[in-house]
């Protein structure tokens, strides 16, 4: 096991290979707003500015780019979504955040990037984080720079502007024992408060008073996160809807169907997918691809490239299964890392380019994910969570998606389990991790 890299001289996010884890086109009729109670952002017209407390993060108005959710006209097939994500996003000298910013900005991919919280908190302020079940100042990845802070910022202003959602990745990525499966919904909370705040304080925090505010109130924009380790859902679940989170990408797997909800949020898991030359599939993460190739983030330097080769072929298998068959969004986790020379960040790009642009396809955000399925008629959705894995309507999309007539049951949207693979698939999958 590798022990994850002290932050203070620009961003490393944690890995732990014991840890058990994780496009273009339009919506259409105004996104649900995440009310919050007693956390309702003043109305402002565009581009009016409303600071908010030390003046770190702004109300500006709604936030820009966004597409607008329509109903699925009967018996039409469904978009093909896919969402991008990155675990513990923050910008280092590596530059990734922002060459990925690029990347959507050419591809028309709106992603969703999971900031842990600690990295806009100065290792001189570490005292102020106070992690549930670890001594005040302790962090598994450290902590920040005010550099590191500054170009973070940055980053996260612009991916907003641009459309991106900024959700959270918690703190401190304590995994294990006294880690974030143990914590209770209160402790979650409270992680989460704090992930808030330090959003909320890093001019105070990192003494970057005369730098420009982030454009948005964290409180309204924060709706999901993914926990470090993909530990820990159980009792994170009842803190996230308590807090107004509106899904968590938590789960330690899941298969390629549509999604349904768990304890009145989305459920939006890492997912199985195929990895090419090996007889299981493994989850939708680079790490994972990682874990069962070379167990190391320096492996064999000559291996590199047919690494990240194996990498985007499941990617592209998994896609196809799910773009010629049920549509069922496809999810895909990263890390701005440069793990066994960069290889998956160049296969994570080349996926993006490939996929993006296709027709029926859009690359969203989880909270643009979570906009649409909530504008679709429960009957649909559940018509959709009926299919398994691959799995094509058998008379077609419109027989499957018309009207359902009377008598015929459909399954509920928030209930665990739901389809399963075909019959004599292997699913097993080979050292999960995040």
Same mark, same amino acid.
């Given at each position: 096991m590798e022990a994850p890299a002290k932050v203070t001289a620009g961003i490393a996010a944690a890995v732990a290979l014991a840890a058990i884890a994780g496009c273009g086109g339009a919506m259409h009729g105004n996104p649900p707003q995440n009310a919050r109670k007693g956390r309702v952002a003043p109305h402002a017209p565009a581009q009016t500015v409303h600071l908010i407390g030390d003046g770190s993060t702004a109300y500006t108005g709604e936030q820009p780019n966004q597409p607008t959710p329509v109903r699925l006209e009967?018996?039409?097939r469904p978009p093909? $979504?896919?969402?991008?994500?990155?675990?513990g996003a923050g910008e280092d000298g590596q530059k990734l955040f922002s060459h990925f910013r690029a990347v959507g900005r050419k591809y028309q991919a709106a992603m969703t990037f999971f900031l842990s919280g600690v990295y806009l908190l100065p290792e001189g302020?570490? =005292?102020?984080y106070a992690p549930p079940r670890h001594a005040v100042g302790t962090s598994a990845i450290g902590f920040n720079d005010v550099g590191g802070i500054r170009d973070t910022v940055t980053q996260m202003r612009g991916a907003w502007q641009e459309g991106h959602e900024i959700g959270t990745h918690f703190n401190g990525h304590f995994c294990g024992r006294r880690g974030v499966g143990s914590w209770t919904s209160d402790e979650w909370v409270s992680e989460i408060e704090q992930a808030e705040g330090f959003v909320k304080n890093w001019k105070t925090n990192a003494g970057l008073q005369s730098e420009e505010p982030l454009p948005f109130d964290y409180s309204k924009e924060l709706v999901g996160g993914r926990a470090p380790c993909l530990e820990g859902q159980r009792n994170l679940i009842p803190a996230a809807r308590e807090m107004g989170f509106r899904y968590d990408a938590s789960s330690s797997g899941g298969l390629q169907i549509w999604p349904r909800k768990t304890g009145g949020i989305w459920d939006f898991p890492l997912q199985e997918i195929p990895l090419p030359g090996r007889h299981f599939e493994t989850l939708s993460m680079d790490y994972n691809f990682l874990a069962n190739q070379s167990g190391t983030t320096h492996g064999t330097r000559a291996l590199h490239a047919v690494w990240g080769k194996q990498m985007l072929a499941g990617v592209m298998?998994?896609?196809?299964? #799910?773009?010629?068959?049920?549509? #069922?969004?496809? $999810?895909?986790?990263?890390?701005f890392e440069s793990w066994n020379g960069g290889t998956y960040m160049a296969a994570v790009e080349e996926a993006i380019k490939a996929i993006c642009p296709k027709k029926g396809v859009r690359c969203v955000s989880f909270k643009q994910l979570a906009d649409w399925l909530d504008a679709q %008629?429960? =009957?649909?959705?559940?018509?959709? %969570? =009926?299919?398994?894995?691959?799995?094509?309507?058998?008379?077609?999309?419109? #027989?499957?998606?018309?009207?359902?007539?009377?008598?015929?049951?459909?399954?509920? #949207?928030?209930?665990?389990?739901g389809p399963v693979l075909p019959a004599g698939a292997d699913v097993r999958i080979r050292p999960a991790v995040e």
């Amino acid at each position: 096991m590798e022990a994850p890299a002290k932050v203070t001289a620009g961003i490393a996010a944690a890995v732990a290979l014991a840890a058990i884890a994780g496009c273009g086109g339009a919506m259409h009729g105004n996104p649900p707003q995440n009310a919050r109670k007693g956390r309702v952002a003043p109305h402002a017209p565009a581009q009016t500015v409303h600071l908010i407390g030390d003046g770190s993060t702004a109300y500006t108005g709604e936030q820009p780019n966004q597409p607008t959710p329509v109903r699925l006209e009967p018996g039409k097939r469904p978009p093909q $979504f896919v969402v991008f994500s990155w675990d513990g996003a923050g910008e280092d000298g590596q530059k990734l955040f922002s060459h990925f910013r690029a990347v959507g900005r050419k591809y028309q991919a709106a992603m969703t990037f999971f900031l842990s919280g600690v990295y806009l908190l100065p290792e001189g302020k570490r =005292e102020l984080y106070a992690p549930p079940r670890h001594a005040v100042g302790t962090s598994a990845i450290g902590f920040n720079d005010v550099g590191g802070i500054r170009d973070t910022v940055t980053q996260m202003r612009g991916a907003w502007q641009e459309g991106h959602e900024i959700g959270t990745h918690f703190n401190g990525h304590f995994c294990g024992r006294r880690g974030v499966g143990s914590w209770t919904s209160d402790e979650w909370v409270s992680e989460i408060e704090q992930a808030e705040g330090f959003v909320k304080n890093w001019k105070t925090n990192a003494g970057l008073q005369s730098e420009e505010p982030l454009p948005f109130d964290y409180s309204k924009e924060l709706v999901g996160g993914r926990a470090p380790c993909l530990e820990g859902q159980r009792n994170l679940i009842p803190a996230a809807r308590e807090m107004g989170f509106r899904y968590d990408a938590s789960s330690s797997g899941g298969l390629q169907i549509w999604p349904r909800k768990t304890g009145g949020i989305w459920d939006f898991p890492l997912q199985e997918i195929p990895l090419p030359g090996r007889h299981f599939e493994t989850l939708s993460m680079d790490y994972n691809f990682l874990a069962n190739q070379s167990g190391t983030t320096h492996g064999t330097r000559a291996l590199h490239a047919v690494w990240g080769k194996q990498m985007l072929a499941g990617v592209m298998q998994g896609f196809e299964r #799910a773009y010629r068959g049920n549509r #069922a969004p496809l $999810f895909i986790g990263d890390h701005f890392e440069s793990w066994n020379g960069g290889t998956y960040m160049a296969a994570v790009e080349e996926a993006i380019k490939a996929i993006c642009p296709k027709k029926g396809v859009r690359c969203v955000s989880f909270k643009q994910l979570a906009d649409w399925l909530d504008a679709q %008629q429960p =009957e649909v959705l559940a018509r959709l %969570q =009926e299919l398994s894995v691959g799995e094509s309507p058998r008379d077609g999309w419109a #027989a499957h998606l018309s009207d359902a007539p009377d008598g015929v049951p459909h399954a509920p #949207a928030d209930r665990p389990g739901g389809p399963v693979l075909p019959a004599g698939a292997d699913v097993r999958i080979r050292p999960a991790v995040e």
